[in-house]
């Protein structure tokens, strides 16, 4: 698997650490052999986890602002796994409801020996943390309304909210309050059709 992670990260054009393809590859194939036994994601097929789970979340890299990163509804730790293993520098909350998931992600991120990582099981809106984000992502987790909703108060001053999503989310656009003004990207993921994923990037006004 280790060579069609290198070939994958080759094609997004960005710098990783030395060790990226290394433990990219250990998340994966430790995400395999969790799934065997707990239902952490749908996807099963290897070259597809790299697609749709290291690629998918990767593209998102340029997006980040600032050192603090809130992954809100990480699920099985995506993004917030793959973009803290580019960016050792960045440190990241990864936060979910479910336990099965997010003990995954506390397993993978001491496995990984991920430092810049912190697990938290709780609902995004019920979670208190002592300071606000400099980038708050979510990926597929609800409607942009939604996770304003539930998300929008942890976004520190001059901070940036980034949903990312499929395709171009028309409908939920015209529903994103007035006191958020956004602007949205296309993003090119190797192996997916072109236009298939955007990131929706807010800022308070």
Do not use: C
């Amino acid at each position: 698997m280790r060579n069609a992670i290198e070939i994958a990260l080759s094609r997004l054009e960005q710098d990783f650490p030395e060790d990226a393809a290394g433990k990219l590859t250990t998340l994966l194939d430790e995400l395999l052999r969790w799934n065997e036994r707990v239902n952490l994601t749908g996807i099963r097929d290897p070259q597809d986890m790299i697609t749709r789970h290291l690629s998918d979340s990767l593209v998102a890299r340029p997006l980040l602002k600032g050192n603090r990163v809130l992954d809100v509804g990480t699920g099985a730790g995506f993004p917030g796994l793959p973009l803290a293993i580019a960016e050792p520098h960045r440190s990241f909350v990864l936060v979910d409801s479910n336990n099965k998931k997010i003990m995954f992600v506390s397993h993978a991120a001491a496995l990984l020996g991920l430092s810049n990582v912190m697990a938290v099981k709780s609902r995004s809106e019920d979670y208190a943390p002592a300071e606000r984000f400099d980038t708050v992502i979510a990926r597929a987790v609800a409607a942009l309304p939604r996770l304003i909703e539930i998300a929008g108060h942890h976004v520190g001053e001059g901070g940036v909210f980034v949903a990312l999503k499929g395709r171009f989310p028309a409908e939920e656009l015209k529903l994103v309050p007035d006191t958020w003004e956004y602007s949205v990207a296309e993003l090119d993921v190797p192996g997916l059709e072109q236009g298939s994923r955007h990131a929706v990037l807010m800022q308070l006004k």
